[in-house]
């Protein structure tokens, strides 16, 4: 990840509808850089407010529309894990609305648990469906899943 995240930065009105240094249109890359806005706070790093799109993310939908490399991976982490200590820690989990990206979760856990049915190919978050798509085991047989190595390692379906 290169270049500070959270630099709240509005460009002017020229810097969004101009040109780049060798002459060429933005206008593509702007809508492209407001696409992966709304895909980044909807899909891949989700607020409290689900309908809202946060100034931080500007930076970083700038940056990839561009064409510079961002890893996603340690912030999609820490939303992931500050999502789950939300729940962990509720005196009342059921009545706490996280909001964290749970799809990569279910992506994990149906490729090295085999928790889930596989439905497409492709990346490993789209290969499986969600909660609907999950099978269910009972108390034994999750124990065994989880506390054997070989279930993880995919040697055993």
């Known amino acids: 990840m290169t270049g500070c995240l959270y630099d709240e930065v509005v460009p002017s009105a020229i810097e969004l509808t101009g040109a780049d240094e060798k002459g060429g249109n ?3 890359e702007v809508y492209l850089a407001a696409y992966l ?3 980044l706070c909807t899909f891949v790093l989700p607020g409290k407010d689900v309908n809202s799109i946060r100034q931080s993310t500007f930076k970083m939908a700038s940056m990839m529309a561009s064409g510079r490399r961002v890893s996603l991976a340690i912030l999609v982490l820490a939303s992931i894990h500050e999502g789950l200590n939300t729940i962990a820690t509720s005196s009342r989990p059921t009545r706490t609305s996280p909001s964290f990206p749970v799809h990569f979760v279910y992506a994990w856990l149906a490729s090295y648990f085999k928790t889930h049915y596989p439905v497409l190919r492709g990346p490993k978050m789209t290969r ?7 099978k269910y085991y009972d108390v034994q047989e999750a124990r065994k899943r989880i506390h ?3 279930f993880v390692l995919g040697l055993a379906t």
């Open 26 to 28: 933005l206008k593509e």
């Open 37 to 39: 806005v709304c895909w």
């Open 128 to 134: 499986f469906s969600g909660e609907g798509g999950a």
């Open 148 to 150: 054997k190595a070989r």
